[in-house]
């Protein structure tokens, strides 16, 4: 039997932005980056335009 999904809490900061614009989103620990990228885009609302890097642990 594959393993449950199960819920991961994401911070998710735009850098060198006065305010600072931020984001708490929910995911599945069994997400692709590919998935994850797409939900930030609409998170976001963003169209795919905008640069961007994951940064794990910072």
Known sequence: MP???QPV???IE????????????????QW??????NYLQWVMGWMDTHAHE?????
Do not use: Q
């Not at 692709?32 to 990228?37: A, K, N, R």
């Not at 994951?54 to 910072?58: E, K, L, P």
């Open 32 to 37: 692709t980056l590919g998935s994850l990228h």
């Open 3 to 5: 393993p449950k999904p």
């Open 54 to 58: 994951f940064d794990v642990g910072a």
């Open 14 to 29: 735009l850098l060198d932005i006065a305010p600072l614009i931020w984001r708490r989103v929910l995911v599945s620990n």
């Open 9 to 11: 809490a994401l911070r």
